[in-house]
Structure formats: C-alpha cells, structure tokens
C-alpha cells in the first residue's frame, strides 16, 4: 500500500509505516522520545507498538485518561509537567499512540512545549485513521465545547497499522465509519454506496486508504479551512453541538464522535433538502443508512433548545453568523450557507420522525 503523501509529511501504512519510522528515529538523534497512550493504548497497543522499533532509543512512556472528557487543558498541563519533570529538552519527541483524544491532545501538547518539538501520531482507532491523521488539527475542548483550543501542526509522520482495530468493540468501530461514510456524502457517490454495503470490519484497509485519500485531496488544497477544508465539517456543527450538550449532561448516556455526527449528517440532510437542492430520494437514503448503523437518540424539546444554543460556539462561525455546510447532492456539498432557526427546529422534528 503506498504512502499518502502531504506538502509537509506522509501518512505510511503497515509494514512500510514501521520501516520509515525505524529510519526516522535511527537518523534524528531525538534527546528524548515519549510515547503518549491513554489506559487502553498501554494495555492493548504499546506492547505490539514497541515490538516493531528497532534500535535502542531513550524512551518515557505517558499515560492519561481515555476517553473525551479528559480532552482538556488540565490534562495538557499534567503533561507538559511530566515533560519538564523528566528533562524534555527542544530536541525531544513525541509519539502519541492512541485515538483521537490522544493524537489531538498530544499534537497540541507537542506544538506549545517550548514552543513545539516534533511529535509523530500513530492513530489506534477507526476514528483517529481516517480523521485526525491528516490535516494537522490538534487541540482540546474548552468545558463540553468541543476543540476550541488548538493549532493547526503538521506532525513528521503518521504510521496506520489497521491491525490496531482488532482492539476496539463493534461501537467504536462503527463511530470511525461514520466519519468515513461522511467522506462519500462529501466527495464521492460511489465511494458512499460502495460503504453501505459493508457489514464487517475484517479486511477494511482499502477503504481506510481511500478515506485517507479523499480527506488529503482536500487539506491539500486548502490546509487552513479558508474555503475548501470546511466540507469536511458537513454533520458537524450540529453534530458537534449534540456531542457538547451529551458530554456534560447529567441525564444522558455519552455519545460517542461518530454517534453525534450521525445524528449531524441526517439533520443537515433535511436542511440540505429545504436550502440546497438535496433530492428527497437522496435525503431518505442518508437517514435510512444513518439509522440502521446507529442507535436513534431521542431529544425533548428542552434538549434541543440547549443544543441550538451551543451553536453560537461553533468554530466554522464568523461575523455573527452560523455557517453550515449543507449537500447540493451526494458527493456535491455546498459551504457557508445560513439556516433559519425554525429549519432547525424542523430539522430535529423530520430525525424523530
């Protein structure tokens, strides 16, 4: 499988990926490198991880908590002791071993310590593969308000290995894949059809590769989201706003990423059938793919409101206004559209439906 290529770096994959990193390591006489991992990433990845790096190197391993909630700057800053304490000097190096709340938190705490060293990501999950190994996007979330803090940093490297999926249940699997079938909805209508019909996980590496691609294609063009990069956030900004409003709500179950920006891309879909041309036939089959990979979240009217009214935090916003990326057709999105506050309310009544 050949490499993906940046203007900045390479995503490598498997076997090739452990070769280039080896060399990467063998030549960059880092002071001191530390591996980032959460508790699972310990446990599950960092032993195979290590199996495969060759060469004696000076290595410090940092645990933080799993999962979303601990994406936060009060973890950032328990890192950036450990740095300290343990003698992180600028020719140090990190390799955060994990999904996207370890890539994301470890890119950030890597580009702000003294001022930035050079850090490398080895993406553990569906989500973090697809996602956040591309496009230099690294942060935290500011409360339940998701990435607001952060830099855009190209890492020296991103190192797939899809054997790392055999790890993770069938729910985080799926949560990645949503990601990935938003990467059709975007860009390609083929590539959207082609992922329905997948009903196992075993062998995905060839679309992992073209979500990867497809993903690129776009940073590519347009590395800071002036224009272009923004259809990457289709589903997202309400997506995002469910996925705050569940992280600190004391009545209900935590969705996962993908969970949320399901629930996003069928909501979007309705305003994209009302604003932007989105066929009926088009809208039906994104809530229908939507709702038979992913449990139906129910909303009262007191949920909404609260959801609505975090969209005012949404990164995309500008001069006031909410900025949706909506779909003309699959595979044909539209960016910067202005949406009515009763379209929303609409739009949660057609997902309930």
């Known amino acids: 499988m050949n490499s993906i290529i940046t203007p900045t770096y390479a995503v490598h994959f498997n076997e090739k990926g452990y070769e280039t990193l080896n060399k990467h390591l063998d030549k960059s006489n880092y002071s001191k490198i530390f591996i980032l991992v959460d ?25 933080i908590e799993a999962g979303e909630i601990n994406k936060n700057i009060g973890t950032c800053t328990q890192v950036w002791e450990v740095l300290s304490e343990l003698d992180a000097d600028r020719k140090s190096a990190m390799i955060n071993l994990g999904g996207g709340v370890v890539t994301d938190l470890g890119g950030f705490v890597a580009s702000c310590f003294k001022r930035g060293i050079d850090f490398i990501n080895i993406p553990t999950t569906l989500l973090a593969m ?27 490297m991103v190192v797939v290995v899809p054997e790392f999926l055999n790890t993770l249940n069938e729910r985080q699997l799926q949560s990645g894949f949503a990601e990935m079938l938003k990467h ?40 800071t989201e002036q224009h272009l990069r923004k259809i990457l956030n289709y589903g997202h900004t309400l997506g995002h706003a469910v996925e705050s409003y569940f992280l600190e709500s004391q009545d209900h179950e935590l969705l996962l990423h993908g969970e949320a920006i399901a629930v996003g891309m069928i909501l979007e879909g309705y305003l994209s059938h009302k604003l932007t041309g989105l066929p009926k036939a088009e809208l039906e089959d994104i809530k229908m793919t939507f709702l038979n990979r992913y449990k139906k979240v129910t909303f009262a009217k007191s949920d909404i409101d609260a959801i609505l009214s975090l969209l005012k935090f949404d990164k995309k916003n500008s001069h006031g206004n909410i900025n949706f990326v909506l779909l003309k057709g699959i595979g044909d999105p539209a960016i910067d559209v202005k949406v009515p506050s009763n379209l929303m309310l609409e739009a949660f009544e057609y997902y309930a439906e």
């Not at 697809?130 to 855009?152: E, F, H, R, W, Y």
């Not at 059809?193 to 590769?209: A, E, G, R």
Request: hydrophobic share 35%.
């Open 184 to 223: 059709g909805l975007i860009r390609d209508v083929k590539y959207w059809n082609t992922l329905k019909k997948v009903t196992s996980f075993d062998d995905i590496s060839t679309l992992i590769y073209t979500s990867v691609s497809i993903k690129n294609a776009v940073v590519v063009q347009d590395p």
């Open 39 to 63: 508790e699972n990433t310990h446990n599950d990845c960092l032993p195979s991880f290590m199996g495969n790096i060759e060469g004696d190197y000076d290595f410090e391993i940092i645990e």
């Open 130 to 156: 697809v996602d956040a190994s591309v496009g230099g996007k690294t942060g935290v979330d500011l409360g339940p308000l998701k990435n607001q803090i952060g830099v855009i940093n190209q890492p020296q």
